[in-house]
């Protein structure tokens, strides 16, 4: 990728975090992670080609441009809320997604992500995907790797947080804050 894409792709990533409140890529990510899908298949729930959901993700392409698809991001994302705080369960989900794929509308998503369960408090995969999604946007993971190495002499458990949440495995991470909790 050359300079003016890597430019256009970061213009895209801004775009799409004041629009929907982070780059789309983070919250499709987090949906196929919390609603067990792959990559077809979200696009297929929103209403979406799959070449269009990876520009999308990628940052090639800023905005979807369907409300009735932007409905379905925002259902999807309190669908996704109601099975990490067990109120949905796996079959639920996916009769609720049919659903989903069969609705329209046309709701702008809200600028606020879904973080929270049915008793208000957030759950751990969601606050660790949080700050795994907000130490990527900001550096790579490779480079964050390198900033950890750089402080483990000096300041070892800041080193070990880079590490588990900014390029770690979300499992990993849910785990290191689970053992961080008093």
Do not use: C
């Amino acid at each position: 990728m050359d300079a003016a894409q890597q430019e256009a792709t970061a213009r895209a990533r801004e775009l799409q975090r004041n629009w929907y409140g982070e780059p789309l890529g983070a919250l499709f990510r987090r949906l196929i992670d919390d609603l067990g899908l792959n990559q077809a298949r979200l696009a297929g729930v929103l209403g979406l080609s799959a070449p269009m959901l990876s520009q999308l993700m990628s940052g090639q392409r800023a905005k979807i441009g369907n409300p009735a698809v932007v409905q379905r991001v925002q259902l999807l994302q309190d669908l996704a809320a109601q099975v990490a705080d067990g109120s949905v369960s796996a079959a639920e989900a996916t009769e609720r997604m049919e659903e989903i794929k069969k609705s329209q509308g046309g709701s702008v998503l809200s600028n606020t992500t879904q973080t929270t369960s049915s008793s208000g408090a957030p759950t751990v995969k969601r606050v660790v995907r949080e700050i795994q999604s907000l130490l990527r946007s900001v550096a790579a993971a490779g480079d964050i790797i390198e900033a950890a190495d750089t402080l483990a002499p000096t300041h070892p458990e800041l080193a070990e947080f880079l590490r588990v949440y900014g390029a770690g495995r979300t499992s990993d991470a849910v785990a290191h804050y689970q053992s961080h909790q008093s």
